[in-house]
Nanobody
Framework: QWQLVESGGGSVQPGESLTLSCTVSGQTPGWYATGWYRQAPGKERKAVSCITNSQGSKNYADAVKGRFTISRDDAKNTVYLQMNTLKPEDTAIYYC??????????????????WGRGTLVTVPS
């Protein structure tokens, strides 16, 4: 399995930006993609964005398209989520996960395997 550690969360005002990081370590064979998820208070966890390891293909949830950008640094085994123009509805715990089946365009086809513990992002209204 893999170990994932998220960082970069915090409290920002609406319209501001944050960059989250997810560093992956451990067994790397079979790690095909990395996904970001978020869970708002009292709601279920939802997919946000993902990126494949091989070609760097990316997908985004409609709610974050045009505002969030996912990227990776292979030398550091780290995936980033640049979040711009943050809104109160972006408030959530953000988790990263290794994905077994790549990064399909349909978010419900992602297959998360290992998870990090999450990092909290707060955007007050």
């Amino acid at each position: 399995q893999w170990q994932l550690v998220e960082s970069g969360g915090g409290s920002v005002q609406p319209g501001e930006s944050l960059t989250l990081s997810c560093t992956v370590s451990g067994q790397t064979p079979g790690w095909y993609a990395t996904g970001w998820y978020r869970q708002a208070p009292g709601k279920e966890r939802k997919a946000v964005s993902c990126i494949t390891n091989s070609q760097g293909s990316k997908n985004y949830a409609d709610a974050v398209k045009g505002r969030f950008t996912i990227s990776r640094d292979d030398a550091k085994n780290t995936v980033y989520l640049q979040m711009n123009t943050l809104k109160p509805e972006d408030t959530a715990i953000y988790y990263c996960a290794t994905l077994e089946a790549g990064c399909p365009r349909r978010l419900d086809r992602w297959k998360p395997d290992s998870w990090g513990r999450g990092t909290l992002v707060t955007v007050p209204s």
